[in-house]
């Protein structure tokens, strides 16, 4: 193996200076010309070309070089092609040191070799195949059989035997003559077929012709018959079959995550085009580092988010901007890699909006990179019920990848956390993903706390740009699904002036979301979808309900929409209603040494249970009514059960995750935990310190700011 000397860049010299040529001052040209004593050869070079400096020779520069000792002059070097030891000379014309060249030098031939590689005198690795009367068939490779004539054996060999052979004859008609060769010292060289590489996107032009690859298994598929190997190179995806025998697989120690170098034919499958393996091996060393490095700045580059502008002006945006572009990027490069995609979101109007908003933008992407059916393994949205990523739903995630990882050879998934993930009560199931090595990334507008970010790629919380949670989540995911695949920003742009309303932001920002959309949805139509969101997600439990939460969105028939959340919010009003006919004359007021009015309510004695509304949802009913009936006062609700309540505020300057934490260490043997947004949250606790937590809590509610003008 001959390389080019990188010390003299293959010239033989090294160059010390380059100077200006002192005969013709770097022009190249000579001074003056004696036509006299030309030929007449010379005559018609000078006047065809003009005549040139003979010191330069007419490059007009003069170079001081000097002998390049690394290659001894010869501008390439040698490796042996056994050992791979520098040497200074190929012995006897074969590219080997003179340590190898002792002993015999045996070829292994690749199953992506044919007879052009074969060459009669030389020697090869073979496995006998048959025996018949006349002699003893050998495979040379899955390819290439050659025979034994009977008389050229010296001792019985059996089907199975590995021997080493000398390839005696190529005869025209294809037939390979061998004769034993039983050897005691060898080198096996191992050979492959010369072939450029060819990229993923170059394929299509060349079917019925053999080709080679290189590339990252992404993921591994036994079928009944072949083995399916999907290889992702820097411009795209192909996917090879190799076959052994029917559901056996094939080339076992190949797995997900290596990179690897295939040979075959390239065959047309109806639309598609798939590489008929050959030969796989896996890369190492230099060349597994120099494919890694070509991938990873191709994708980078591909994986470049789009310059969407954003739909409303937004001081909080702009200073988000560099960390949502940063998320779209992380997202498309999930989808170029062919990595698993889950999306978990809390399982009301704004987790939905928010989550659908980045399905709406992947989903094409991954049917563009991975096939059309990649959607159904490369894809799951799940909402949850509780506004963090409880434990129940990491089981659920790794249950999923581990399997999915087992069957199909996937890789483990890119988690996203919209409309959860920032709080302390997110960390242990983050902990749990994290010793699996997953990729999880936040975009939420609860009161962040910091320990979750050594677990996350990304968090992206309006607070951290001095916002709060009016910006809500489904306003941010929609922009950043504009910057993942634009395409989709004009069938998207209603759903931020949805969680707006679902969330009740009276932000500036809200304001200009539903503007925006004013043409096409009135205040009222975006509060029943909101309202019928809501309501199906309970319903949901925690399946996507893709089909039907896309019909709420308009994203359908507009007939379908708008009877469809016409009877929704009829249905959900008719249970709001009866349960607020149930609940309200169980509510207790009571005014706090600081003037709010607390409204307490025991919905575990004095609501429905297990139906609509949730006791999340019973309270906001409550403390909005409680609005109407105490206007322009300080307003605090609390609906509370055995081991919990839920809390609500207007015009009161509260701050409920550090209240929860202040409960935590005052209320010893309490259990106290919980969180939310400032004003709007839940607490958690045992069920015997249910008198000690609610006093305590009522005690803290009572100390807190009053809103200006108010009290």
């Not at 059960?641 to 209240?659: A, C, E, H, L, Y």
């Amino acid at each position: 193996m001959s390389e080019e000397c990188i010390e003299c860049e293959g010239r033989g010299y090294q160059i010390i200076s380059v100077e200006k040529c002192p005969e013709c001052k770097g022009t190249g040209k000579t001074k003056s010309v004696d036509l006299m004593k030309l030929t007449e050869q010379d005559v018609d070079d000078f006047l065809s070309d003009g005549s040139y400096c003979p010191k330069c020779e007419g490059s007009g520069q003069i170079e001081t070089t000097k002998y390049c000792e690394t290659c001894k002059g010869r501008g390439i070097f040698y490796k042996c092609k056994v050992c791979g030891t520098s040497i200074d000379e190929p012995v006897d014309d074969e590219e080997i040191c003179r340590v190898c060249a002792k002993s015999q030098v045996v070829y292994a031939l690749d199953n992506s070799c044919d007879l052009d590689e074969v060459e009669v005198g030389q020697l090869y690795h073979g496995i006998v195949d048959g025996i018949a009367a006349f002699g003893v068939f050998v495979n040379l490779n899955a390819h290439i059989r050659g025979l034994i004539h009977i008389k050229n054996l010296k001792e019985e060999l059996d089907i199975g035997d590995p021997v080493i052979v000398y390839v005696k004859e190529i005869k025209s008609n294809g037939n390979v003559d061998l004769v034993p060769k039983n050897i005691k010292e060898f080198h096996t060289v191992e050979l492959e077929k010369e072939l450029p590489i060819k990229l993923s996107s170059q394929i299509p032009d060349f079917i019925g012709r053999v080709v080679r690859i290189e590339g990252e298994v992404i993921q591994v598929k036994q079928t009944a018959g072949p083995t399916i190997f999907t290889i992702s190179d820097e411009a795209g995806l192909i996917t090879g079959a190799a076959f052994e025998k029917a559901g056996e697989r094939a080339y076992p120690h190949i797995d997900s995550n290596m990179v690897v170098t295939a040979t075959g034919e390239i065959t047309s499958r109806g639309d598609e085009v798939q590489l008929e393996i050959k030969s796989m091996k896996r890369l190492s060393g230099e060349k597994e580092s120099a494919v890694w490095e070509r991938i990873e700045k191709a994708i980078d580059e591909r994986a470049e988010p789009y310059e969407s502008e954003f739909l409303i002006e937004s001081e909080i945006l702009d200073k988000l901007k560099p960390g949502m572009k940063k998320v779209a990027k992380e997202i498309r490069k999930a989808v170029i890699k062919s990595k698993p995609i889950v999306i978990r979101h809390h399982a009301d109007a704004d987790g939905m909006t928010s989550a659908v908003a980045l399905e709406r933008a992947v989903l094409p992407l991954i049917s563009e990179v991975s096939g059309s059916d990649a959607e159904y393994y490369l894809y799951r949205r799940s909402p949850s019920k509780a506004p963090f990523y409880e434990l129940a739903d990491v089981t659920k995630d790794l249950s999923f990848a581990l399997e999915d990882m087992e069957r199909h050879g996937q890789k483990f998934p890119l988690i996203l956390l919209v409309d959860n993930g920032s709080t302390d009560e997110d960390t242990p199931a983050m902990r749990q993903a994290r010793v699996y090595g997953i990729d999880m990334i936040v975009v939420d507008h609860h009161n962040p706390d910091e320990v979750v970010d050594q677990y996350l790629q990304s968090h992206i919380n309006p607070a951290h740009a001095g916002g709060d949670f009016g910006i809500t989540t489904g306003m941010l995911c929609t922009e950043i699904a504009s910057m993942i695949n634009p395409d989709v920003k004009d069938e998207i742009y209603h759903l931020p002036a949805i969680s707006a309303v679902g969330d009740r932001s009276e932000r500036e920002e809200a304001t200009k979301y539903i503007n925006i959309v004013s043409d096409k949805y009135s205040l009222d139509q975006l509060k029943d979808i909101a309202l019928a969101l809501d309501f199906e997600a309970f319903w949901l439990k925690f399946s996507s309900g893709k089909g039907i939460v896309n019909d709420i969105l308009n994203f359908g028939d507009p007939m379908v929409h708008k009877n469809l959340v016409s009877i929704l919010c009829e249905q959900a009003n008719d249970l709001i209603s009866s349960q607020m006919e149930t609940c309200l004359p169980h509510v207790k007021s009571t005014t706090l040494p600081n003037g709010a009015i607390m409204n307490a309510l025991d919905v575990e004695n004095y609501a429905h249970k297990f139906s609509f509304p949730p006791p999340g949802k019973t309270a906001g009913e409550v403390h909005d009514r409680m609005c109407q009936e105490y206007e322009n006062k300080p307003v605090i609700t609390i609906g509370y059960g055995p081991d919990f309540t839920v809390i609500r505020s207007k015009n009161v300057k509260m701050n409920i995750p550090q209240i929860v934490r202040e409960l935590h260490n005052e209320v010893k043997g309490g259990g106290v935990n919980g969180g939310g947004h400032l004003v709007v949250g839940s607490i958690k606790f045992v069920e015997g310190m249910r008198k000690e937590v609610l006093e305590k809590l009522a005690e803290k509610l009572g100390q807190a700011e009053i809103e200006e003008g108010l009290g």
